[in-house]
């Protein structure tokens, strides 16, 4: 079963052509970074256009480094949602186009259904049940699924997503964006325990996130320590990298508390961290050293970056269990802002 996958949600266009769910002939990925950075954040409708610029340049390239023609291909696979609504609709009619073309079945992914499947990739053996934590720029969940394809939100943020958290304090201090990975790499010459930050309660029982919290504190250190941002391409002084080590680190202690307490409660095989943040070096090395070193075997698996970060292996890894059961081209397909999981 030999898959395309596009993707093009947030700010990355990216396909991919994926052998039964796991041999990746090729996965070329677009990174719009150099556009947004001026602004600091994804300009929705720069995203949009960029796309639209480069989607048929990124799925040539994906088929000649995969070496195989369209005519090869059994079947497309597109991020149908969630995400920018602009950016989404590009992937999906660039898809459904595509399979209209050359009567190839198209199926459409979920983009959290694409991220729980990078880990797959590497992995193919991943038992059920399973528990995973996505967290990137636009998402933070914790997703059970007792079985294949079948998914349930136990716990999500209440306001940022954690990357989202990183990249906001880190455009705050001139840190440069995307900031998770500047933060990464300052936080390993900082002092963790230099600024308190406290881990915020949830008392309705959720296994839910808050990042909030943690901004406030963090805005409120930087001013009473008198911080100033960082000039571009100066060295940050000890002072920030010492906050960026302790910001960093509350934001890892909520993300595996809160993991640890679904996996007492759900006792799944299998412990999946995917999603851009799951590059962070801190919440790798935490995750694993939380996890595998319980008495209770339970599993991790943690993507290799290129699989983490958004990307369209994944879409078609997630597809490719689904031809057999919807061949037809659906052109009634439409892209889905707030998709929702599993639904
Ligand atoms: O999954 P992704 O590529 O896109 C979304 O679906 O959002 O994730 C992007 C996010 C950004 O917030 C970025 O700062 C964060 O992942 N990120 C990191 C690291 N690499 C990427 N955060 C912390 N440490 C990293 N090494
Ligand atoms: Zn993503």
Redesign the pocket.
């Known amino acids: 079963m030999l898959v395309l996958g596009i993707e093009s949600?947030?700010d990355?266009t990216a396909a991919a052509l994926v052998r039964d769910g796991r041999e990746v002939l090729s996965n070329v990925v677009a990174s719009q970074v150099a556009t947004h950075r001026a602004f600091g954040g994804v300009v929705p409708e720069l995203a949009s256009r960029e796309h639209l610029r480069n989607i048929g340049y990124v799925v040539r390239q994906a088929l000649r480094e995969g070496g195989c023609t369209l005519g090869e291909v059994d079947g497309i696979a597109v991020t149908q949602g969630p995400g920018l609504i602009g950016s989404l609709l590009v992937g999906v009619s660039y898809a459904k186009a595509m399979a209209w073309a050359s009567g190839k079945p198209l199926v459409p992914v979920h983009?959290v259904e694409g991220?729980i499947f990078s880990a797959f990739i590497e992995n193919p053996g991943i038992e059920y049940p399973l528990l995973a934590l996505t967290v990137?720029?636009?998402?933070t969940s914790m997703i059970h699924a007792p079985r294949p394809g079948e998914y349930e939100i136990i716990g999500r943020t209440r306001d940022d997503?954690a990357?989202?958290a990183?990249?906001k304090i880190a455009k705050f201090l001139g840190l440069g964006y995307?900031?998770?990975?500047v933060?990464?790499r300052l936080a390993r010459d900082g002092d963790p325990r230099r600024f308190p930050f406290s881990i915020p309660k949830i008392s309705d029982g959720r296994l839910d996130f808050s990042f909030s919290g943690f901004k406030t504190a963090a805005l409120r250190h930087i001013a009473e320590a008198g911080i100033r941002p960082v000039r571009p391409g100066a060295p940050a002084p000890r002072v920030v990298l010492d906050l960026v080590a302790s910001y960093q680190r509350a934001i890892v202690d909520t993300l595996i508390g809160q993991v640890k307490k679904a996996e007492a409660r759900l006792m799944p095989r299998s412990l999946l961290l995917v999603?851009?943040?799951a590059?962070?070096?801190l919440?790798r090395e935490s995750f694993r050293k939380t996890f595998e070193s319980r008495e209770r075997p339970v599993r991790v698996y943690i993507p290799s970056p290129a699989y983490?970060?958004?990307n369209a292996a994944m879409i078609a890894a997630a597809a490719t269990p689904r031809f057999g059961r919807s061949p037809a081209l659906d052109l009634a397909l439409n892209a889905s802002a707030s998709l929702p999981l599993g639904g």
């Open positions: 949600s947030c990355e983009h991220h990137s720029g636009g998402h997503a990357g989202e990183l990249d995307p900031g998770g990975p933060i990464d999603g851009g943040v590059c962070n070096s919440l983490t970060t958004d």
